[in-house]
C-alpha cells in the first residue's frame, strides 16, 4: 500500500541517516545513556536466540509504561503459557526493573531505533504475531513494518498531548495511516479518546494500564510481628522519598512528636535505598531518635530508616497515613498512590505529580486524597493523621474504591489482548 508523502518522506529520511546511528549510540554510551554490552540491540541485533512458537511482544518506554506492562504479562503468561513474551523498553533504568520484575520466561531486549535496516532486523529475528504498545509511542518505520509482516497491533492507555495532538494534526494522512494499523486501541481516558478518534483511530474502550497491578505483598509473619513490636503507636510512612523531601518531612516531625505520650513513629523509605545513612543523620541533626534498619535497630525511636527493597507492602498496612515521595519536590513527578489506595492506606501528596496527573485529580474529585502545596500543609495533615485518624480512614475507603473499579476494568484488557493472539 502506497503511504502518505508524510510518511515517505520520514522513510527516506531515516534510511539516509540511519548510517550515523553507530556513532548517535556512542556518544549517549559515553554519557551512561546505554549498555556497552547491548549495544547491538538499539541497531536491531538480537541478543537472545528466538524460542519456537508464538511470540507476543510488548513495548514500553520507560520506566512507568513498562511498570504498567507487568500485570498484562503476567495474564498472558497464565493464560496461555505456550507463548514466549518479549518485553522492549528504551532505557537502561527499565532494562534493569524488568530483569527483576518480569515472570520466568519472558525476554527484555532494547527497542531498535526507528531507522528501515534496524527495525527489519529485528522483525525478522523475533518475527512476532502480536505487538503491544504503551500510551504514545508512535514510531513509524517499526508500526508500517510490523503491519506488513501481518503483525497484529494493539495500542493500549493510548494519549496523545496537546502539543503531540497539534503536531499529528498537521500530517493527517501520517496519523490515520499509524492509528488505522492498530486492531485495538484503549484510551488512556475520555479526552485521550475524543483525540485520537479525531486523527482517524478507532478507539474500542476506555482503560488505563497503571490500574489492575495485584496489591503489595508482604510477608505475614513480618506483618504479624511488625505489629506486636508497634504495639499502639501512630505511623506515618514517607513512602520513595528523594533527596530534598527528607529534610521537609524531618522539619515538619519534629515539633509534633515532641512529648506526646503514644509515641508517635516516622517511616522513612527512600527511593534509593543507599540514601540511608544520611537520611538517619539528618534525623539526629534534628534531635530525633533514629534507627536504620540496615543497621539491624529496633522500631524504639521517632525515625526509622527503612532502607530495604520490597517492603512498602509492609509499611502501606501499617501506616496511618502514606507522605507520597517525589510529590514534594520539582522534577520526579511523582510516584504510583494506587498501591496505598489498594491497601487502604491514607495518601498526602505534594503538587509535584506530572507522571500521576489523571489519577491524583480524580482522586482529589473524589475527596480520596490530601493535597498540599507547602510546608503549612505537610504539618496540618501530619497532625490530623495523629490527632483524627478517623477522617483519613474514611478517605482511604473513598480511594480504595476508586481503584478497585478501574483495576477491574484494566484486567478485562487482558482478555481483550489475548483475542488478537493466534
Aim: charged share 20%; hydrophobic share 50%; with cysteine.
Amino acid at each position: 500500500m502506497t503511504r502518505p508523502a508524510s510518511l515517505a518522506l520520514y522513510g527516506l529520511a531515516t534510511r539516509l541517516i540511519e548510517p550515523l546511528a553507530p556513532a548517535l549510540l556512542q556518544r549517549r554510551l559515553a554519557r551512561g545513556k546505554e549498555d556497552p554490552a547491548r549495544l547491538g540491540e538499539r541497531l536491531g541485533h538480537a541478543g537472545q536466540p528466538r524460542p519456537e512458537g508464538v511470540l507476543a511482544w510488548l513495548h514500553g518506554a520507560s520506566v512507568g509504561e513498562t511498570l504498567s506492562l507487568i500485570a498484562l504479562v503476567e495474564a498472558l503468561a497464565a493464560a496461555r503459557p505456550d507463548i514466549t513474551i518479549l518485553v522492549t523498553s528504551g532505557t537502561r533504568t527499565s532494562a534493569a526493573l524488568m530483569a527483576e520484575r518480569l515472570p520466568a520466561g519472558a525476554i527484555h531486549q532494547y527497542l531498535p531505533v526507528d531507522g528501515p535496516s534496524a527495525t527489519a532486523r529485528f522483525l525478522d529475528h523475533w518475527r512476532p504475531s502480536l505487538g503491544v504498545f504503551v500510551e504514545s509511542e508512535l514510531w513509524p518505520n517499526l508500526l508500517l513494518a510490523a503491519r506488513e509482516r501481518g503483525v497484529r497491533l494493539a495500542l493500549l492507555s493510548a494519549k496523545l498531548s496537546e502539543a503531540s495532538f497539534k503536531g499529528w494534526r498537521r500530517a493527517p494522512g501520517a496519523a490515520r495511516r499509524l492509528l488505522g494499523g492498530f486492531d485495538l486501541i484503549l484510551a488512556q481516558d475520555e479526552r485521550a479518546a475524543e483525540r485520537i478518534t479525531a486523527l482517524g483511530g478507532g478507539v474500542q474502550g476506555v482503560a488505563d494500564l497503571k490500574f489492575g497491578a495485584a496489591a503489595l505483598p508482604v510477608d505475614a509473619d513480618l506483618l504479624v510481628a511488625s505489629k506486636h513490636d508497634l504495639g499502639d503507636r501512630p505511623l506515618i510512612l514517607a513512602a520513595s522519598t528523594h533527596p530534598g523531601e527528607d529534610l521537609l518531612i524531618l522539619a515538619a516531625w519534629r515539633p509534633l512528636v515532641a512529648g506526646r505520650v503514644d509515641r508517635p513513629l516516622l517511616i522513612i523509605v527512600p527511593r534509593h535505598p543507599e540514601r540511608g545513612p544520611a537520611i538517619a543523620e539528618a534525623a539526629r541533626l534534628e534531635g530525633l531518635a533514629v534507627g536504620v534498619q540496615s543497621l539491624g535497630s529496633a522500631l524504639d525511636g521517632e525515625v526509622f530508616v527503612a532502607d530495604a527493597l520490597g517492603q512498602l507492602g509492609l509499611w502501606f498496612r501499617l501506616a496511618r497515613l502514606a507522605v507520597m515521595g517525589g510529590s514534594l519536590v520539582d522534577g520526579v513527578g511523582g510516584h504510583n498512590p494506587l498501591e496505598p489506595a489498594r491497601l487502604c492506606a491514607p495518601v498526602l501528596s505534594g503538587p509535584h505529580v506530572e507522571n500521576w496527573a489523571t489519577v491524583y485529580r480524580e482522586l482529589e474529585a473524589a475527596g480520596a486524597v490530601l493535597m498540599t502545596a507547602d510546608a503549612a500543609g505537610l504539618d496540618a495533615s501530619l497532625r490530623q493523621a495523629l490527632d483524627a485518624p478517623e477522617s483519613l480512614a474514611a478517605m482511604a475507603d473513598r480511594a480504595r474504591d476508586y481503584v478497585a473499579g478501574r483495576d477491574e476494568a484494566a484486567r478485562a484488557v487482558a482478555g481483550q489482548v489475548l483475542r488478537l493472539v493466534p
